[in-house]
């Protein structure tokens, strides 16, 4: 059966650090892979699209990787912030079917 | 301007009853969605429709029903609400244009929390 898995449920890290988030998946091949963030009590914000043919992807402090053969995607904030706490979703997408992993929810202690 | 609104944001209603939640976009995007989010936070998709297809999520019951007046709006119809039911649920859109750079990120609503007791 199709799987996504994110790392951890909970990553806490301290201010300045970099945060590195693990989405793995199995028995499915995206077309794209997405990011979002989310807050509690709000829907998610999507963050980051990278699609299949590409290695990385970068957007201010944040950078995605994916690797299509080892079937992860990594999450990156540098410099992180306590206003970067929140729940971090990866999304599969292919064919009008869109999956999300559990998320992570990143603390970044000042 | 709010992109994706729902209405209402809370809803709390009894086993058996009918109840719909509201969605509009004001993005002019061609594609919505309905996710539901449960307690322990998975965010599964329900449905995605645009003027052309509707795709449904197979392991939906068939109590859930879109309905979608226009381009702007898919509302979810719920009939005979069960516990299980409970969760929040989330509106999004996107295009669906594939030559269109970021096509297919998702723009959701604030969600609405339904309470079935």
């Known amino acids: 059966s199709q799987k996504i898995e994110q790392n951890s449920e909970a990553l806490n890290i301290q201010e300045g650090k970099t945060a590195t988030l693990t989405c793995n998946y199995t028995?499915?091949?995206?077309?794209?892979l997405q990011w979002y963030r989310q807050d509690p009590g709000r829907g998610p914000v999507f963050l980051l699209l990278i699609r299949e043919n590409e290695k990385e992807k970068r957007k201010e402090r944040l950078k995605v990787t994916f690797d299509t053969t080892l079937k992860q995607s990594l999450f990156h904030i540098t410099a992180s912030q306590p206003a970067d706490s929140a729940t971090y979703l990866c999304a599969l997408y292919n064919n009008n079917d869109m999956r999300f992993g559990a998320g992570t929810r990143l603390t970044v202690k000042p | 301007d709010t992109a994706v609104s729902q209405t209402p944001k809370y809803l709390v209603t009894q086993m058996g009853n009918d109840k719909s939640i509201k969605c509009e976009q004001n993005l002019g995007h061609d594609t919505m969605y309905w996710y539901k989010q449960d307690s322990k936070k998975f965010l599964k998709i329900m449905f995605s429709?645009?003027?052309?297809?509707?795709?449904i999520n197979e392991t939906v019951p068939n109590r859930f029903s879109p309905k979608s007046p226009d381009k702007a709006h898919l509302n979810l119809h719920i009939n005979s609400l069960e516990l299980g039911d409970s969760a929040v649920y989330f509106c999004?859109?996107?295009?669906?244009?594939?030559?269109?750079?970021?096509?297919?990120?998702?723009?959701f609503g604030p969600g609405t929390r339904l309470t079935v007791t």
């Open positions: 999004a859109s996107s295009r669906t244009n594939p030559a269109v750079t970021g096509s297919y990120e998702q723009y």
């Open positions: 028995n499915y091949s995206p077309a794209y």
């Open positions: 429709y645009n003027n052309k297809e509707l795709i």
